[in-house]
């Protein structure tokens, strides 16, 4: 049996004050000197330890309080207030909304699973992952009960091409080729982020994560620094043509590169392959209505890896897009329905935002994710967007130590690894892979609708 | 990178009621501005302390605006009425150490149609005739 992986995690504070989801306001004036003011009686002491981050002029008030409403409730003169805050509600955007960003917060800095205590109070369903369950009908199982049971449950996933069967000669002699795989011990590997501000911390901090996790970092070749190339195991290398200043020594030291599709990808796979047969090679396809055509072209073509990408909201390319789920299933289907789906590794990214993102992911037929923004928002990101209009970065990112950052992405996916165990232990799984397509362990709720309302001739 | 304007360093407190996009009608500001403007958006003005304007100032502002709605708009009631009181008080502490009243301002807008943050923060800036303070013949440093 491997040895169980396990990431370590240990809380690893903010640089700025986190931005909560309410506020304080607490009037002076009208105070009518009681012997024993509330604010004393806080438990948690938010106002004699009150402080001001002069960077943002945030106050400690709201980061440490607690919404207990003990002050509230008993200021017999009604000076102190709860509101939204505002700026809390400016966060992110409609996909990316305060509440995950806020929670991947929590995540990069405690590396704990995000738990409201409070029960799920989203709506029911909605668009993107959230038109999915997952099944946990076997989360009753207490043997395989997620971070705690006694069975062990793996993340690992094979990235690359497999055989479908061993062909021996007459003598005995193995005549199949058989070709590289690489094992990581849990399906998430980092992507090119949609936008940054100036990122070489940003890219050390990635790599220090990726290595210690076990995992890859896409990188562009023009990115590539000197420094960077004692993380050479743990990097993909996106490169676009043959770099011809590079010698064929450092392709052999690389175990993954990422090519476009295009013209050129089976010539570039060929060329690279010769000088490093042990090398995976990944061709990234923008997804679209295509998609699945291209996938099984290039499956057949003897293409290992595929990382189908769409945009940092999960939607693909072109008219009418498909969101990132729904096209993963139709490919997963049709190369299932041609026999060649446990050929090829296909792995998915773009708008993964949470753990049960990943998961569901895989359930469509993905074997693997990247991931992008969770990344930098580990880091304290705001998703506001302002380094990819030039304005200076609220947070400073362009400035951690990246192996703060490290640490912090450390921490946050110790946070979606045990989610993804827990998923694993309520569908009654005992490994990921097996999760891959198991479009069984989920429901969809278009598909629900249609089969509820069919029957009283209402389709939407 | 953002352009950067010489001149004085703006800190700009505002009560986000103002301008419900707020942090995107700003970014025209934070790119013309650069290091020179600074965004505090605050839930209520009342909720300003004259610690807040003191420390702007302190931490590089030459100037710190404080923006409310009109009196009788408060969500919260009084928050502006108070905010008022507070820039008044953080006046006079500045005029103790010898710093001119004017470098901090208040400005309560009646607000009948919404109106975008950028709209406000020109205005009240368009009337500045303040230099960069000199601290010691020092000035605080911004990034050039
Ligand atoms: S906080 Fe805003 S400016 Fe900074 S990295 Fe995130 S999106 Fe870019």
Not at chain 1, 108 to 132: H, L, N
Not at chain 1, 306 to 319: C, K, S
Request: a negative charge.
């Amino acid at each position: 049996m491997p040895g169980r992986y396990h990431i370590h995690t240990k809380v690893v504070p903010n640089r700025f004050p986190a931005i909560t989801r309410s506020g304080v306001i607490a009037w002076e004036e009208g105070c009518l000197k009681c012997a024993r003011c509330v604010k004393k009686d806080c438990v948690y002491k938010v106002y004699e330890k009150r402080g001001l981050d002069t960077r943002q002029m945030l106050d400690s008030l709201d980061s440490m309080c607690k919404d207990c409403f003990r002050c509230v409730q008993n200021c017999p003169n009604r000076l102190i207030h709860k509101g939204i805050n505002p700026v809390y509600r400016a966060l992110g955007d409609s996909y990316w909304t305060p509440e995950i960003i806020s929670s991947l917060w929590f995540q990069a800095e405690t590396g704990r699973i995000p738990v409201s205590g409070g029960g799920y109070g989203g709506p029911f369903s909605g668009k993107g992952f959230d038109a999915m369950w997952t099944d946990m009908s076997e989360i009753v199982r207490p043997t395989r009960d997620g971070i705690h049971g006694r069975e062990y449950i793996s993340t690992t996933v094979d990235i690359g091409r497999k055989l479908m069967a061993l062909e021996f000669a007459p003598d005995g002699g193995l005549i199949s080729q058989i070709p590289p795989l690489i094992e990581i011990p849990l399906p998430i590997m980092f992507d090119i982020l949609p936008w940054s501000p100036p990122d070489d911390k940003i890219i050390k901090a990635f790599l220090h994560g990726a290595r210690s996790l076990g995992t890859f970092v896409c990188i562009e070749e023009s990115y590539l620094q000197h420094d960077m190339e004692e993380f050479l195991s743990h990097i993909i290398l996106l490169i676009e043509g043959i770099p011809h200043h590079r010698d064929k020594g450092f392709f052999q030291m690389l175990r993954m590169v990422e090519i476009p599709d295009s013209g050129e990808t089976k010539a570039l796979q060929e060329w690279l392959k010769e000088i490093n047969s042990e090398l995976i090679v990944m061709v990234k396809l923008p997804l679209s209505a295509e998609a699945p055509e291209r996938v099984f072209q290039l499956a057949t073509d003897g293409v290992e890896v595929i990382h189908l990408v769409a945009d940092e909201y999960g939607m693909e390319w072109g008219g009418n897009p498909f969101f990132i789920a729904d096209r993963m299933k139709d490919i997963h289907l049709f190369l299932v329905e041609k026999g060649i789906r446990d050929q090829v590794t296909l792995i998915g990214g773009g708008g993964i935002a949470m753990a049960e993102h990943m998961a569901k992911l895989i359930i469509c037929g993905a074997d693997a994710v990247t991931i992008d923004i969770p990344l930098l928002v580990a880091m304290e990101c705001r998703v506001c967007r302002r380094c990819k209009e030039g304005i200076p970065c609220p947070v400073e990112l362009e400035g951690i130590d990246p192996l703060w950052g490290a640490m912090r992405i450390t921490n946050l996916i110790g946070g979606w690894h045990n989610q993804l165990l827990e998923i694993l232990g309520a569908v009654g799984m005992r490994e990921v892979r097996r999760l891959r397509g198991e479009m069984g362990r989920s429901m969809f709720f278009e598909e629900l609708e249609q089969e509820f309302f069919a029957t009283m001739g209402n389709s939407r | 990178m953002a352009q950067q304007k010489k001149g004085p360093v703006f800190a700009i407190f505002f009560c986000q009621q103002l301008d419900a996009r707020q942090d995107i009608n700003r970014r025209c500001l934070e790119k013309e501005f650069g290091s020179h403007i600074r965004f505090f958006p605050i839930p209520c003005s009342g909720r300003i302390e004259p610690l807040h304007l003191l420390k702007a100032i302190e931490s590089g502002a030459d100037m710190a605006y404080l923006l409310t709605c009109g009196e009788g708009d408060c969500r919260y009631g009084e928050g502006n009425i108070r905010a008022k009181k507070r820039v008044n008080y953080a006046q006079g502490l500045i005029e103790e150490i010898g710093l001119e009243r004017k470098r901090i301002v208040l400005i309560s807008k009646k607000i009948d149609a919404p109106v975008s943050i950028d709209i406000l923060v020109r205005e009240a800036i368009a009337g500045n005739d303040m230099l960069p303070i000199q601290w010691n013949g020092h000035n605080l440093q911004v990034d050039d």
